[in-house]
């Protein structure tokens, strides 16, 4: 039932402050400010490494929890796409623990990762939001997002709450492994039982975001940017654009930009750059500098501080509350999800069913 909406997608995007708000209070307690007892099958303290391993939007949103795990924890992450992952014989170290990401619990590149770390014999937890699922099934222990059933193909809410848990989970590896104190461990937490009120005012920006998403539509190239972990959500915010609206768009570290695809730049490829005013803004600033003397078109997607800072001209800039570092992902992902979501509508296709794709890829 798509309630009053036009498509799920757009529901399930309009669902998130709720089910991120579901999702933390499973893993963190918002009152006392502390984690929630979980039965994991490894200690934190213990594990020298942690293997992650996805597909898809699963795995950017693994590839965010591996900044999240390392500089929080100061655990090192190895993360693959499953269907590297898979075939690579990457070594595995007894004291290790893996984690997999999968909305649907059935992807099969996934599933055959979890299988190969079974054999090699570390503990396996699951990232899923299909409790009565394969991956579920073959894991250790079960940490669910409660994003309830997610049925537009784009995945929108399930990915948030995937970034949900894993913030979680590094906070809580992060006290485990003596790497935060508990008073910092409060602040994160609550940081993150913020991320839902946070997301409820990027909603609000709907009409702005439809109004950029109707420029959008009348090209047929977008380069997306980010640095830290706004390269994954840059890398996202492609796919969603990509798979929906079927514009060709890549996402690339900023920093890579004068590395290869800076030859692209021109008025005819707008670039978005996600950057909220954190100590690498100016570092994208000049990325930005670079796009613009050579004709390119930016949309940017920042912060107050930032849009006051960036001394650059912009198409449009998209300007979002100030949020604490810890939840830029949660938050950022929603107007990149929007931007396709509208582009989709505008450019008429079939948003919940795009072309060529399906909801869960069981088969390699
Ligand atoms: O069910 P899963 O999370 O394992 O699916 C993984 C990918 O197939 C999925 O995220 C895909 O990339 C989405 N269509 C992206 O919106």
């Not at 594990?47 to 100061?74: H, M, N, P, Q």
């Not at 993360?79 to 290790?96: G, Q, V």
């Not at 503990?123 to 394969?134: D, F, M």
């Not at 949900?164 to 809580?172: I, K, T």
Request: net charge negative; glycine share 6%.
């Amino acid at each position: 039932d798509k309630g009053n909406r036009r498509h799920f997608m757009e529901k399930e995007i309009h669902e998130q402050p709720e089910v991120i708000s579901h999702t933390l209070a499973n893993y963190v307690d918002f009152t006392s400010g502390i984690s929630k007892p979980l039965d994991l099958p490894f200690d934190f303290a213990k594990i020298d490494r942690l293997a992650l391993s996805a597909c898809g939007t699963a795995y950017l949103s693994g590839l965010i929890g591996k900044y999240w795990f390392e500089r929080v924890a100061r655990l090192p992450v190895d993360i693959d796409i499953a269907s590297e992952f898979r075939y690579r014989e990457m070594p595995i170290s007894k004291n290790s623990a893996a984690l997999f990401i999968s909305q649907s619990g059935e992807t099969a590149d996934t599933l055959a990762s979890l299988r190969y770390c079974r054999k090699a014999g570390v503990p396996i937890g699951a990232i899923v939001n299909v409790r009565e699922s394969t991956i579920a099934r073959e894991s250790d222990v079960v940490l669910p997002t409660l994003a309830g059933p997610e049925i537009g193909v784009a995945s929108t809410k399930a990915f948030t709450c995937q970034l949900s848990v894993l913030a979680s989970l590094a906070v809580r590896a992060g006290v485990a492994r003596g790497t935060i104190s508990t008073e910092t461990e409060k602040v994160l937490i609550r940081a993150l039982s913020e991320a839902p009120r946070y997301a409820n005012q990027v909603l609000k920006l709907d009409e702005q975001i439809e109004k950029v998403a109707r420029e959008l539509s009348h090209y047929r190239h977008v380069l997306y940017l980010g640095r830290d972990t706004n390269f994954p959500l840059a890398m996202e915010g492609a796919l969603k654009l990509k798979e929906i609206s079927y514009i060709h768009a890549e996402g690339y570290a900023a920093g890579e930009l004068k590395h290869g695809p800076i030859a692209l730049i021109d008025e005819n490829m707008p670039v978005i750059v996600i950057a909220p005013h954190d100590r690498i803004f100016e570092k994208t600033v000049s990325n930005m500098q670079e796009v613009a003397a050579r004709g390119g078109k930016i949309i940017l997607i920042t912060d107050r501080k930032g849009a006051e800072q960036a001394s650059v001209n912009t198409m449009e800039t998209i300007v979002l509350p100030d949020v604490p570092e810890i939840i830029t992902p949660i938050v950022y992902a929603l107007p990149i999800q929007m931007l396709a979501y509208f582009t989709a509508v505008f450019m008429g296709t079939d948003v919940d069913q795009p072309r060529n794709l399906a909801k869960s890829v069981t088969v390699e």
